[in-house]
């Protein structure tokens, strides 16, 4: 469970200078793109061991030396780079080494899929998150297009910015999927239903993994066109089913038949009322022997403060882009919302992948 810092706690003198670095920020992370683009943290992490001279950099990525040496200035006093002396060499030649949180940057999966959704995907359209506190709305759409929500429209971002949105939702549930299959096949079921199935990966490793069983996907039209397509391309076709629904409609129906409805990062892509209309239509569709199986990643179930910083930094994305009024949720608020409608719960297991929580559910006694 994360540990909230306690107030109070920096002197004035870190708490000024951690004051600086929030009102320099978008400065940082520009840079700090500026530095990746041009080459020339890959350049100095390729030299790593003995480090590099301005001029080296200069000639290696092609731009001014007043360009690098105003990147590399501010990158020192940002923790990404530091200088050492040769005795042999002149005391005015610094050579340049990347730290360690370049080094992550560079070469660590979440940091780079998190900095590229941010630089590609995020970072413009974060200007309008006042307004959309104000409003409720995903005011920062407005970068794209004109729409209200973003998730009808997601082929239609740009190939980079699509890229960059898929990597990182990909990215957290691909590493809970491996580990989850076995708790979700304990029951051997014959019959699943994957609902807000977004591109089918999930089903797809469902598929893989049992060669009986049947997968059913409902969503949103646009998004089981793209997820038959993959699951054709991977030869899979003939035990999987398309459903397509509204699930934040009170009268939809399930697909019928399944011994397991499991919804993956799905529900966090509500708000709370909404969340209510979609498990009470599951609790109302099921029966006594089915299960309902949800994966999610609840901010305050975190073993570590950067996963529950990263997570809550991802509400602020459904807010300003998704649809105005979802975030990830802490773990007692969204399980009042599974016992409000009608489900109980069974069994939760934490720490799974990344920080994911699994919740067993089944249609509560009445």
């Known amino acids: 469970m994360i540990q909230l810092p306690e107030q109070g706690e920096l002197s004035a003198v870190a708490a000024k200078s951690m004051a600086q670095h929030i009102a320099f920020s978008p400065y940082i992370f520009q840079a700090t793109a500026a530095l990746k683009d041009l080459g020339i943290l890959q350049f100095i992490d390729k030299n790593r061991r003995k480090g590099v001279l301005l001029n080296d950099i200069v000639d290696a990525v092609k731009v001014s030396e007043y360009g690098v040496s105003v990147l590399l200035d501010f990158a020192l006093t940002c923790g990404l780079i530091t200088i050492t002396h040769e005795e042999s060499e002149p005391k005015d030649l610094p050579r340049y080494r990347i730290t360690k949180v370049a080094f992550f940057l560079l ?8 900095f590229d959704f ?38 239609e971002l740009p190939n980079e910015t699509r890229a960059s949105w898929f990597a990182f939702d ?20 014959k019959h699943i239903v994957d609902i807000g199935g977004n591109t089918g990966r999930f089903s797809t490793k469902c598929l893989q993994h049992d060669s009986e069983v049947q997968v059913t996907i409902m969503d949103l039209p646009p998004q089981l066109a ?18 397509p629904c509204d699930m934040l409609d009170p009268n939809q129906v399930l697909a019928a038949d399944a011994d397991v409805y499991w919804m993956s ?6 708000s709370e009322p909404q969340i209510k209309v979609i498990l009470s239509n599951i609790a109302k569709g099921i029966s006594g022997q089915q299960k309902v199986l949800i994966l999610e990643t609840f901010w305050d179930a975190q073993k570590f403060d950067a996963a529950a910083f990263s997570l809550n930094a991802t509400s602020l994305y459904f807010t300003c882009f998704a649809n105005g009024n979802s975030r990830m ?19 939760q297991i934490d720490n799974i992948g990344l920080g994911h929580s699994l919740l067993v559910c089944s249609k509560a006694a009445k």
């Open 118 to 155: 941010t630089q590609h995907f995020a970072y413009q359209g974060l200007a309008n998150l006042t307004e959309s506190i104000k409003t409720g709305k995903p005011e920062g759409l407005k970068m794209f297009g004109d729409w209200p929500t973003l998730y009808p429209h997601l082929p």
């Open 265 to 270: 990062q799905f529900l966090d892509c509500f």
């Open 329 to 347: 949720y802490a773990a007692d608020k969204f399980k009042a919302l599974v016992t409000a409608s009608g489900l109980k719960i069974e069994q």
């Open 226 to 243: 793209k997820a038959q397509q993959n699951i054709d391309q991977a030869g899979l076709s003939e035990r999987f089913h398309a459903f």
């Open 107 to 114: 070469h660590d999966e979440m940091s780079v899929v998190n």
């Open 170 to 189: 990909h990215f957290y549930s691909d590493h809970a999927f491996d580990e989850i299959l076995p708790l979700v096949f304990a029951s051997k079921p």
